[in-house]
């Protein structure tokens, strides 16, 4: 029993991607390994940020990014209302897979909703053409880290 408790707790602790589920861990998400790119993000888990997101924002650095995490997975829509520049949104499920990427979603299209066509817990927007410009592909794999 020792043993099997002691290797469930170094899979646990040296897994690439600990599994985030409460509030505490969220907030320690500050980095994003993406297509071979790592962002620096802001992490929105609460419906105040879910429904703020970037709205009202001037820009987007290069190399950041607004993290939303969810308390389970379903299929997220999102808009762009009173955004002032254009992002990628990337879905992402609980396996930390790429599940759909809206390219160069602008501010024009508003109220257009996007969707993905499949569940996800987690969604990333990034700077618009970020998802070309790195080739980021449907099934690729994202690490959340905390430093």
């Given at each position: 029993?020792?043993?099997?408790?002691?290797?469930?707790?170094?899979?646990?602790?040296?897994?690439?991607?600990?599994?985030?589920?409460?509030?505490?861990?969220?907030?320690t998400i500050k980095y994003v390994k993406i297509?071979?790119?790592?962002?620096?993000?802001?992490?929105?888990?609460?419906?105040?940020?879910?429904?703020?997101?970037?709205?009202?924002?001037?820009?987007?650095?290069?190399?950041?990014?607004?993290?939303?995490?969810?308390?389970?997975?379903?299929?997220?829509?999102?808009?762009?209302?009173?955004?002032?520049?254009?992002?990628?949104?990337?879905?992402?499920?609980?396996?930390?897979?790429?599940?759909?990427?809206?390219?160069?979603?602008?501010?024009?299209?508003?109220?257009?909703?996007?969707?993905?066509?499949?569940?996800a817990r987690y969604v990333l927007e990034v700077?618009?053409?970020?998802?070309?410009?790195?080739?980021?592909?449907?099934?690729?794999?994202?690490?959340?880290?905390?430093?």
């Open positions: 029993m020792i043993v099997v408790t002691f290797i469930v707790t170094i899979f646990f602790f040296a897994s690439p991607n600990k599994t985030w589920t409460t509030r505490n861990d969220v907030n297509a071979g790119e790592t962002l620096k993000v802001e992490t929105a888990s609460t419906p105040d940020r879910w429904e703020k997101g970037l709205s009202g924002r001037k820009e987007l650095k290069k190399d950041e990014g607004l993290l939303f995490v969810f308390n389970y997975s379903d299929e997220y829509p999102f808009w762009m209302k009173d955004m002032n520049f254009a992002i990628d949104i990337i879905w992402i499920d609980e396996d930390f897979r790429v599940v759909y990427i809206k390219e160069n979603a602008t501010p024009e299209s508003y109220p257009e909703t996007f969707f993905p066509n499949k569940k700077n618009s053409l970020f998802s070309e410009k790195n080739n980021l592909k449907v099934g690729d794999f994202v690490k959340f880290l905390a430093s």
